[in-house]
Structures are given as structure tokens and as C-alpha cells.
């Protein structure tokens, strides 16, 4: 690795060290199409580099996870997604930062955990407080009227919604803080795999919300983060 290129190249990994100084945000490692030892080498070499910032192992299955930890031990399971063994892991998680913001992860259903734990995790991982209510979707519209006070209280809200996705307007028109809107794949036939939820959410009535793509939890976590660095740094 040099100042140069501050990239340390591994069999087809080219492990990015300096990313957090870019961005912000460190590189992670995705696990979904990896082997067990592309993770583990993934996670040791980020432990191992330039700089402390968080080192995460997304949606990582059970073989991935136990090379990853075994390489690097001492990881905390941020995550599990139980039904499908998908865990997001941890290293190095920032010290909670006092009057850095909060966010709030809001989920229409239960099926919508998965990708709200994954959204939470990562804003965990650096630093910020982060609160998660499940299940007040709009066909009971009371239960979201319900949380109208940690609303008005959180810096930075992000709700996780299938079906059609209407949580995120809703939302929208009932705080003043940074929306971050994400679409699941949860819902039936109609629902097209979270593409009617995401097509819902960028045509939102209610203006200024930002959507990621479908079941994206971790991109949820990200654009929170930035959206908190930006208020801290106002």
C-alpha cells in the first residue's frame, strides 16, 4: 500500500484503507458471493491497516461468519436474520458519540426486520444513538401517530416498508427530520418483490425523502450516518 494507491491488493480483493478518510464511511465486506476465506482475509486485512474506524461483515452466512471470526475473533453479531442464517458483523464499533444525532429505524411489518436490523447496526457501528420500532405500518395508520413524539425527537428517521411502500409518506409528512426510505421485498404478488414499494417511495407526495434500493438496510445505515456527519459538522 502506498499514499499513492491505498489499496492493498489480495487474490481478487483490493482492500480500500483509506475510504473512511474520503467518505466518511469505511470499506465494508459484502458477503454474498465470497468464500469463507475471501471474507476472513477481507476483514483482517481492514483490521490490520491504517486508521480504528468500523470494520463490517455484511450478510454473511454461517460458514463466512466462522472464518471471519475466526481470522479476526472478537466480532459482535450486529445482526441475524434467523430465517435465512444472514448475520451482519462487527469489529471496532466507534464509542457512543454524546450530541452526535439519532435515528430512528421504523418498520411497516415485522417481515421488514431483517433490513431494519441491518440499517441499525451500521449506525450503531459508528457511534450514534439508534432506537427501533417494528410493525406500525399504515393499515392500523394509529400505531404510526403513535410514535408522532420520538419523531419530533429523532435527527434522522429511516423507515423500511414492503407492499406499497405508503409508510415513507406518511413519515414524510409528520417530521422535519431527513427521511431515509427503504423498499423490502416483503408483500404479495403485486408488490413485484419490493419494486412497487420503491416505485412508491420515489413518487412520495411527500417531498424531500430519499429512497435506496430494495431490501438495502445497509445503504439505509450509510445515508443516516452521512446525514448526522452533515449536522454534526453544520
Known sequence: ????????????LRIDHLREARTGLAEAVYGPGKTPDQCAAAVAE???GPGDGPVLLTRADPAQAAA??????GAAVASYDEGQELRTLLWRARERREHAGSVLVLTAGTGDLPVAREAAAVVE????EVALVADVGV?????VLGQQDRLAAADVVVVVAGMEGALASVVGGLTRAPVVAVPTSTGYGAGLEGVTALLGMLASCS?????V???????AGCAAVRFLGARVDA
Open 125 to 128: 457501528a459508528y457511534g450514534h
Open 68 to 73: 471471519a471470526t475466526a481470522a479476526a475473533p
Open 46 to 48: 481492514l483490521l490490520a
Open 213 to 219: 434500493g430494495i431490501d438495502n438496510g445497509f445503504g
Open 1 to 12: 500500500m502506498s499514499e499513492q494507491a491505498p489499496v492493498t491488493e489480495l487474490p481478487e
Open 139 to 143: 393499515a392500523g395508520l394509529h400505531r
Open 207 to 211: 417531498p424531500g425523502i430519499t429512497a
